[in-house]
């Protein structure tokens, strides 16, 4: 059964670093998401994409990051200069029309 | 503005029993979707069950189904013969369907539910 896979699957950084978090999601998805889990609370969203571009951000969707859909299979959220409060689980999803698929996340902490 | 409430931070449950987990939400739209979501200590997300306002029967799945109650606008999710692996916290989330496009879902704060032997 096809997967939304996310790499890497951790990642430690030091504060003001760049990141990039990659996503394939599945291949014949149109919707794309990322959503981020702050340790022990609900999942908040940041952004969708389709037709190659942001459906609808959030507001902690701010300039410090960015989407892109480089070629037909990734998805990657950017995070210019991250800072302690972007320690947490980023979760990418892909979604035929309904329901949303979630991959495995990335656990990001930064230092 | 949508918004789910999730009122059990914790439950725990006997092996083999049926659990209800509560889900309430609020939104003023006329077309939505319902969904539950298992995290595992694992951390990944799984869906496990999808109802959409409009559906006159109560979604099911093996052994969960969703308590569709429209007019007091909950969502409650039934988990049939509790298993030891059902031991996770659960997400109940809303998606608004009136507007085309990707449409991002709102999560409660979850219950973790515990299954004992």
């Known amino acids: 059964e096809p997967e939304v896979t996310q790499t890497p699957s951790h990642q430690v950084t030091q504060m003001g670093q760049e990141v990039i978090l990659r996503c394939v999601p599945i291949?014949?998805?149109?919707?794309f998401y990322w959503y981020r889990q702050i340790l022990g609370q609900k999942v908040e969203f940041l952004v969708s994409?389709?037709?190659?571009?942001?459906?609808?951000k959030s507001e902690i969707f701010d300039d410090q990051f960015s989407v892109e859909r480089p070629d037909g299979s990734n998805f990657t959220l950017k995070i210019r200069s991250t800072k302690l409060e972007d320690s947490a689980m980023y979760f990418c999803?892909?979604?035929?029309?309904?329901?949303?698929?979630f991959g495995p996340g990335t656990r990001l902490l930064v230092l | 503005a949508q918004k789910i409430t999730q009122t059990q931070p914790g439950m725990f449950v006997q092996e083999k029993e049926a659990v209800t987990l509560d889900c309430t939400y609020d939104?003023?739209?006329?077309?939505?979707?319902l969904f539950w979501y298992k995290q595992p200590s694992s951390g990944e997300m799984i869906f496990l069950i999808y109802?959409?306002?409009?559906?006159?029967q109560n979604a099911t799945e093996g052994r969960y189904s969703l308590n569709f109650q429209k007019a007091r606008k909950s969502a409650n999710l039934v988990i049939s013969a509790s298993q030891l692996g059902d031991s996770a916290m659960y997400f109940c989330?809303?998606?608004?369907?009136?507007?085309?496009?990707?449409?991002?879902?709102?999560f409660g704060q979850g219950t973790r539910l515990t299954i004992n032997p």
């Open positions: 999803a892909s979604s035929p029309w309904e329901t949303q698929y």
């Open positions: 291949s014949n998805h149109l919707y």
């Open positions: 994409f389709y037709n190659n571009e942001i459906s609808e």
């Open positions: 939104t003023s739209d006329q077309s939505y979707g």
């Open positions: 109802q959409g306002s409009y559906d006159e």
């Open positions: 989330a809303m998606r608004a369907q009136e507007i085309q496009g990707a449409q991002k879902l709102v």
